[in-house]
């Protein structure tokens, strides 16, 4: 069968996109920067990508005709420029007009539970967008989950922050909300059982775990998990304003996502009965065994994605094909080299910088510059990196994203996402036995350049000892 993937750069979709191809489905991808998406580890001919913007029509065209079934797998929930419901209603029109045109069959939504009168803005909006979809001439099955628990995903990333961090924790009173968590193994499960089965044509079903919790009870029992003793104490004091600046500090997520994730937090959301994961025969995993084998993976380096890959200031939305060739022109730079004794090992610590590693050299000064970030209202240096040893262009690496990353070529390039008046590139790149390490900063007024000024001995501490912890004993200076 040929398919229709959408939001393929995102958390869901690159799970997805695998099983797909293994089934044997010719998938075309539909992607607004292919400079974003590497086709080339799946090893598939049955894989093409097509560029193409839902917000943009006259780009819709670079679908195919022929397909038989397509995933509608975007939201805008963290868009940084506008409203999301706007957003998203935007791209399913645009998506549904485009579709009707096609020979699609069916249409595979995932949405989230809205089984309250009072929904928040999150699950109003996952629900304008399925009707939306469900008024288009093609057969529409809708999948509806709540909280998604698995490597990478923002749920699962946020409980981890909160019980790795907090010994104690005095929360907001929708810890105790009830819902019912799913792994991200039993999502893919239901969006590839349901793919053009008619039984499920023009049907929704809310699909979760086999058990309902409330939020207090999952930070519990992800601390259990982790053999680590915690306490809850949930106080009605705290807004949902307050709420989000709670998430916001204490985790990896930005503070539009956070505000996003407390109004869905205050409702509930519990899955309707249906029968569906017997129809498919599906084996609905424990909320804790889960939690295992996300950790499983994460212990493997085997984490396919991450939801930080899809938030960004709005860099990824403006393509990253813009940023890939770094200005010089009223830039100020900072550039040192070293020849190296062992390239093959400088490369490996290269492709190994942030996260846990964090940036050999003077770490405690770059996690101040990510607590002041999150104090302006940055991404911090929480978000870490979706795999210890994997680099893909778009990935998050910490405050930075990665622009580009060619372990043949030697060249990795950072792009800044903390607060800073102007943009700024870090790139390392090997030419022989050379490290070349560059810091670029376009400066954005008269506070961009008192900015560079004001860093610049920091800089010079910070950028040489980096440079030698990464090239590495036997290494030399190069003027």
Same mark, same amino acid.
């Given at each position: 069968?040929?398919?229709?993937? %959408? +939001? ?7 799970? &997805?996109? #695998?099983? =797909? @191809?293994?089934?044997?489905? *010719?998938? !075309? ?15 598939? %001919? +049955? ?7 839902? &917000?943009? #029509?006259? =780009? @819709?065209?670079?679908?195919? *005709?022929? !397909? ?30 485009? @579709? ?380």
């Amino acid at each position: 069968m040929k398919i229709l993937l %959408t +939001g393929t750069t995102g958390y869901i979709a690159r799970r &997805l996109l #695998p099983v =797909l @191809l293994s089934d044997g489905h *010719d998938v !075309i991808c539909c992607v607004r920067d292919p400079n974003r998406f590497d086709a080339a580890p799946y090893q598939s %001919t +049955g894989l093409r990508v097509a560029t193409v913007d839902f &917000l943009v #029509p006259h =780009l @819709l065209e670079a679908i195919p *005709d022929d !397909i038989d079934a397509a995933y509608f797998l975007i939201h805008s929930m963290s868009a940084p420029d506008e409203d999301f419901e706007a957003l998203e209603k935007r791209a399913a029109i645009n998506f549904k007009n485009r @579709l009707q045109k096609t020979s699609v069959r069916q249409v595979i939504y995932l949405s989230g539970i809205v089984n309250d009168e009072t929904l928040s803005q999150h699950l109003r909006s996952r629900k304008m967008v399925e009707d939306i979809l469900s008024s288009g001439t093609f057969h529409l099955t809708t999948l509806r989950a709540g909280i998604i628990v698995g490597a990478g995903s923002a749920s699962f990333e946020i409980i981890r922050d909160l019980v790795e961090k907090l010994p104690v924790m005095v929360a907001p009173r929708w810890v105790n909300t009830r819902t019912q968590p799913i792994a991200v193994k039993n999502v893919i499960d239901f969006l590839k059982g349901v793919l053009l089965l008619k039984d499920t044509f023009d049907t929704s079903y809310d699909i979760g775990g086999p058990e309902v919790l409330t939020y207090k009870s999952m930070i519990l029992r992800f601390a259990k998990v982790r053999n680590l003793q915690r306490h809850i104490i949930s106080v009605p004091v705290l807004t949902p304003r307050l709420s989000s600046y709670w998430l916001y500090f204490i985790t990896s997520t930005s503070f539009k996502l956070a505000a996003n994730l407390v109004n869905s937090m205050k409702t509930e959301v519990v899955c309707r009965p249906n029968t569906l994961h017997n129809k498919l025969n599906v084996e609905l995993i424990s909320y804790e065994e889960a939690i295992k084998l996300a950790f499983d993976r994460i212990e493997q380096q085997e984490v396919v994605s991450s939801w930080t890959d899809a938030q960004s200031s709005g860099v990824l939305s403006k393509g990253i094909s813009r940023l890939v060739k770094v200005p010089t022109f009223g830039c100020f730079v900072d550039k040192k080299a070293r020849r190296l004794a062992d390239v093959g090992a400088t490369v490996e610590r290269i492709w190994s910088v942030g996260g846990d590693i964090g940036w050999y050299y003077a770490d405690w000064l770059w996690e101040i510059r990510g607590f002041l970030d999150k104090l302006a209202g940055g991404v911090g240096l929480r978000r870490g990196r979706r795999n210890k040893a994997d680099i893909a262009a778009g990935d998050a690496l910490d405050f930075w994203r990665v622009i580009y990353a060619s372990k043949t070529e030697k060249r990795l390039l950072l792009y800044a996402e903390m607060k800073l008046p102007g943009e700024a590139w870090l790139e390392f790149k090997i030419s022989g036995d050379i490290l070349y390490q560059t810091a670029t900063m376009r400066p954005l007024g008269i506070s961009g350049r008192l900015y560079w000024y004001s860093v610049q001995p920091l800089h010079y501490f910070i950028f040489n000892g980096m440079i030698d912890k990464l090239a590495g004993p036997g290494s030399e200076m190069v003027e």
